[in-house]
């Protein structure tokens, strides 16, 4: 096989340029399939908003589609239409977006024929707007509030929007395709707000079936409900953080723990390398000072790429076979490691976190050590972080994956 293309490249290369987020497309499939295994008949949704969680829209979506999956979720229209503009089509998979204001592309995404998300009877007037002016019949999702006080109608609202959704689809304008929810506590088995949305759900699709609707889709389930609540699964399952091989549920489990394998992996380059007497101060604000002489290791990545300015003097690096914290402040382009007695060469490769499998830590030890969760750590790694796929297959628009990796991009 040509060494340029990207699934020859094993993922603990070293990267060509100061850092890189490796994203390893043939796990993200992997995850899929072992989500698939738990769900039965109802399909899986890829949620890949928010850039894909930090990984590549366009890339993990092209791999969902590899991997059989025939739904993809976003938040935005925007991240909506750039799947369609993309070239995945509307006969390769289904689009759903949820995040809508009024000044939205409402008519751009009935052309596009994306699935649309509608909370509330202001929304149905922007969708049936949006259909008068571009003479086509839209596809939406009405969205109960079962509990979680976010997007969604309440209950003492749901059955006017539910009989003008069902007036709208009577005259032809539109299909009622899916009827939703979000779970508030799904990662908290055992949650009563559980048992009491699930609840609620059953009642908002009664009031649907009596309104006369037959929605292809009832979706409730997002990552932990996925995993440990199977009589939420109903036709669909939205699946974010799972896919990318994390655990919604770190206390009662690791990714291995559900059959799942982190994709990212972040990495970078050693700027600088030098050896430096006792008592001398570390990156801004001198909270930490070197105890003896020693060496301290400059690695190129700060807050301006996503790092936490939380992970000051806890973040977990692997370089050299162990284990480092950061050393003092994490600044906004660099950081640094403090490796006592040990060496180490300028544009030696520091791990900040992958799979884990040799030892580097993990997103979930990141998320562990800054006080927040993994779902944050991977989103937030910033557009100055190049992102490099390994394992495609390039068979889903038919492309080879050096073309898709053009079109595709971080
Ligand atoms: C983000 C999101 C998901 C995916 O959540 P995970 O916990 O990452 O699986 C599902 N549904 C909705 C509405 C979301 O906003």
């Not at 043939?26 to 399909?43: E, Q």
């Not at 399952?237 to 059959?259: I, K, T």
């Not at 001198?286 to 936490?308: C, K, M, N, Q, S």
């Not at 162990?322 to 490691?337: E, I, N």
Request: charged share 20%; hydrophobic share 45%.
């Amino acid at each position: 096989m040509d060494s340029n293309l990207p699934g020859s490249n094993p993922p603990d290369s070293q990267p060509a340029v100061r850092a890189e987020a490796l994203v390893d497309l043939a796990a993200l499939r992997g995850n899929l399939d072992a989500l698939r295994a738990r769900t039965g008949s109802a399909a899986v949704m890829s949620v890949v908003k928010a850039d894909a969680y930090g990984h590549g829209l366009v890339p993990c979506a092209l791999a969902a589609l590899d991997a059989g999956v025939t739904w993809l979720g976003t938040a935005t229209p925007e991240e909506a239409l750039a799947l369609r503009a993309a070239g995945i089509t509307a006969d390769r998979a289904r689009v759903l977006c949820w995040l809508w204001t009024p000044s939205g592309p409402w008519e751009q995404a009935v052309t596009a024929e994306i699935d649309i998300s509608v909370s509330g009877e202001w929304a149905l007037r922007e969708v049936l707007a949006a259909v008068r002016a571009t003479g086509r019949p839209a596809r939406i999702h009405l969205k109960a509030d079962t509990g979680l006080g976010r997007n969604g109608a309440q209950p003492h609202d749901w059955p006017a929007l539910v009989a003008a959704a069902r007036a709208a689809e009577a005259e032809g304008l539109l299909t009622v395709a899916g009827v939703w929810s979000h779970f508030a506590c799904a990662d908290e088995p055992g949650h009563p707000a559980n048992e009491a949305q699930l609840a609620a759900f059953r009642e908002a699709l009664a009031v649907a079936e009596a309104a006369g609707l037959r929605p292809e889709v009832r979706h409730l389930a997002n990552s932990p409900a996925t995993l440990l609540m199977p009589e939420a699964h109903f036709d669909l399952v939205r699946a974010g953080l799972a896919q990318y091989g994390l655990s919604p549920v770190p206390e009662l489990g690791g990714p291995a723990d559900f059959g799942l394998r982190p994709v990212m992996t972040l990495q970078a380059r050693l700027a600088q390398v030098k050896s430096v007497p006792a008592g001398h101060g570390v990156s801004y604000g001198h909270t930490y000072t070197t105890a003896g002489r020693t060496t301290l290791a400059l690695v190129p990545v700060g807050y301006a790429d996503g790092i936490p300015r939380h992970a000051s003097s806890t973040g977990p690096v692997w370089l050299g076979g162990k284990w480092r914290t950061v050393a003092g402040r994490v600044a906004m382009d660099q950081f640094v490691l403090d490796l006592g007695g040990d060496q180490a060469e300028v544009g030696d490769l520091a791990v900040l976190f992958g799979p884990g499998d040799r030892g580097e830590p993990t997103a979930e030890d990141w998320a562990r050590a800054c006080g927040t969760i993994s779902y944050e750590i991977v989103t937030r790694i910033g557009v100055r972080v190049p992102r490099r796929y390994v394992g495609a297959l390039g068979g889903a628009l038919g492309g080879t994956p050096v073309e898709r990796l053009e079109g595709g991009g971080g």
